[in-house]
C-alpha cells in the first residue's frame, strides 16, 4: 500500500516535471520569434519618426553582429547584391524632389553592389546625405562618395577603397611582383598583378566619376582624391578620420542628429552576457531617446 502511493507521487512529480519541460520549451519558441518582431516595431517606428522630421526618404544600411538566427546565434554581414537590390529599389520608389537619407554602418563588401548603390544615389536629384554614426570602410565609404554631404560622428572613421584580389591589396601584389626580375616571378602570379593593376585602374576610374557627377569637387581634386584613396598608400583598415577627410576635399560635418544615435542601438551587437562595456551615468541624467534613469549604471552592449 506504501509502495503504490509513493509510486503515485513519483508519477505525478514526473508528469509536473514533463510540463515544466513543455512550459519551458513553447516559453523559450515563443520569445525567439516575439522578440525580433518587437525590435522591428521599434525599428520601425523610429524610421517613421526620423523620416518624418527630416521629410526625407530614409534608408539604413547596417551590417554588424546580430542575434537573428534560432536561438540567437550572431550572423555578421556585409555589402552584398540584395543589398544594392533593395537599395535601389528605395531610390528608384523615391521621388525626385526628395531628399535621400542613408544611415551607414559597414565594414564594406561588394565592390560591385556598393557601386550600383552610389551610381544611383549620385543620380538621385534631390539632396543626398549619409551619416556615418562609427564606421564606413572600404565600400561604405564608396557609398560615401556619392552624398551631397556626409555626416559624421566626431569619431567615426572612412576608410581607404584599394581593391583586394584574393585577399591581398593590389598595390601589394604589384609591388611584389614588381620588386623581382621577371624571370623569377610564376605565370600565375603574373597574371594576379595583372588583374591587380587593372582592379586598381578601375576602381580609381569608378571614384573620380562618383565624385566628379555629385559635384563635390573639381576635375582636378576627384582625380587627385580617387588617388590617395585607391593607391594603396595605406592599409585597407586604416581609419580616414573627420579631418583627414576634410583634408582630401570631402564634405563633411560633425552635426549627428541624436535619432542616428537611436537608431543604432536598435541594432545591438550580439555577444556574451557579460557586457563589454560598463560606464556610470549621474542618478537622473536623460540617456538619447530614453527616459531618466535612477539608476546610473549603464551597459554599452550585451
Do not use: C
Not at 555578421?76 to 537599395?87: K, R, V
Not at 555626416?151 to 591589396?169: I, R, S
Not at 623569377?184 to 576610374?205: C, E, G, N
Not at 552576457?273 to 546610473?296: D, F, H
Amino acid at each position: 500500500m506504501a509502495d503504490g502511493h509513493r509510486r503515485s507521487w513519483i508519477d505525478t512529480l514526473a508528469n509536473f516535471a514533463r510540463l515544466g519541460f513543455w512550459l519551458l520549451l513553447i516559453y523559450l519558441l515563443l520569445v525567439q520569434f516575439l522578440a525580433p518582431n518587437a525590435v522591428q516595431q521599434q525599428r520601425a517606428k523610429a524610421f517613421a519618426q526620423f523620416q518624418e522630421a527630416r521629410k526625407s526618404r530614409v534608408i539604413a544600411l547596417i551590417h554588424r553582429y546580430e542575434k537573428v538566427s534560432f536561438f540567437g546565434v550572431p550572423v555578421a554581414s556585409s555589402i552584398n547584391i540584395e543589398d544594392s537590390e533593395a537599395l535601389l529599389r528605395a531610390i528608384r520608389a523615391t521621388p525626385d524632389d526628395q531628399p535621400i537619407d542613408v544611415i551607414l554602418h559597414t565594414p564594406g563588401g561588394l565592390v560591385l553592389a556598393a557601386e550600383q548603390i552610389a551610381r544611383a544615389l549620385v543620380d538621385h536629384k534631390a539632396k543626398v546625405t549619409v551619416f556615418v554614426p562609427h564606421y564606413a570602410m572600404s565600400g561604405g565609404t564608396l557609398i560615401s562618395l556619392a552624398a551631397d554631404e556626409i555626416v559624421m560622428d566626431p569619431n567615426a572613421v572612412l576608410g581607404p577603397v584599394d581593391p583586394q584580389v584574393g585577399g591581398a591589396p593590389a598595390a601589394s601584389i604589384i609591388k611584389a611582383v614588381e620588386s623581382k626580375p621577371i624571370e623569377r616571378v610564376s605565370d600565375q602570379t603574373l597574371v594576379i598583378a595583372d588583374i591587380a593593376r587593372k582592379a586598381q585602374v578601375q576602381v580609381q576610374t569608378l571614384v573620380r566619376e562618383i565624385l566628379e557627377d555629385n559635384g563635390q569637387l573639381s576635375k582636378e581634386t576627384a582625380a587627385a582624391t580617387a588617388k590617395v584613396l585607391t593607391e594603396g598608400r595605406w592599409t585597407h583598415d586604416y581609419p580616414i578620420t573627420v579631418k583627414t577627410a576634410r583634408s582630401l576635399g570631402l564634405r563633411v560635418t560633425t552635426e549627428m542628429p541624436a535619432e542616428v544615435y537611436n537608431l543604432m542601438a536598435l541594432y545591438p551587437q550580439a555577444g556574451s552576457k557579460r557586457p563589454s562595456v560598463l560606464y556610470m551615468e549621474p542618478a537622473g541624467t536623460p540617456r538619447q531617446g530614453a527616459p531618466a534613469q535612477s539608476n546610473g549604471a549603464v551597459q554599452g552592449n550585451e
